[in-house]
């Protein structure tokens, strides 16, 4: 990562950084399998370079305001079955490569594993308006939202929504109680 971050700094392919953080960022956590050792490290060391080499102050913010709201939110919408959910995690895709089928992919396997192991899945949207569509094909829908920005003083833009969206076994719109 340093090699391309510092080809990318001298001005020879900047997108190449961006690629290469977007596709370490997809995954999914589940349940049954406990996370790694070196899975937890790696997400450490990430989340640490992040912070420090590619975030700005207002970014690292937003971050926190994100992270401070997230789970009381998750725990209001989901309850006692969060614990048992597989959560879709960090889904994105390039604008131009945005059409081809790779984000459903990804959505088709993991809730192919969900529906095998009857479980309920989730995951968090930020980009509500034009996600909720996309998500809704694959049986997930919002069960609870909330707002970055609303409290902070140096937002100049609107309040950002997040949905926690959530999709039952085999894309039920019914969720387990």
């Not at 340093?2 to 690629?19: D, L, N, Q």
């Not at 995954?27 to 399998?33: H, Q």
């Not at 401070?68 to 209001?76: D, F, G, T």
Request: glycine share 6%.
């Amino acid at each position: 990562m340093m090699e391309m971050r510092s080809r990318a700094s001298a001005g020879s392919e900047p997108s190449r950084t961006r690629r290469l953080l977007i596709l370490v960022g997809i995954g999914s956590s589940d349940p049954a399998k406990p996370q790694r050792r070196k899975h937890k490290a790696l997400g450490t060391v990430l989340q640490f370079l992040t912070r420090h080499l590619v975030h700005t102050a207002e970014q690292n913010r937003r971050s926190a305001e994100f992270s401070r709201k997230m789970r009381p939110a998750l725990e209001e919408a989901l309850g006692d079955r969060l614990a048992s959910c597989i959560s879709l995690d960090f889904l994105a895709t390039l604008p131009d490569k945005q059409g081809h089928g790779y984000g459903s992919a990804l959505c088709n396997i993991v809730t192919a594993e969900a529906d095998a192991r009857n479980m309920e899945t989730f995951l968090i949207s930020s980009n509500v308006a034009a996600n909720t569509v996309f998500y809704n094909q694959f049986g997930f829908f919002t069960e609870k939202t909330f707002f970055l920005g609303e409290d902070d003083p140096t937002w100049k833009k609107d309040p950002v929504p997040i949905a926690i969206m959530v999709r039952g076994p085999r894309g039920s719109r019914e969720v387990k109680l």
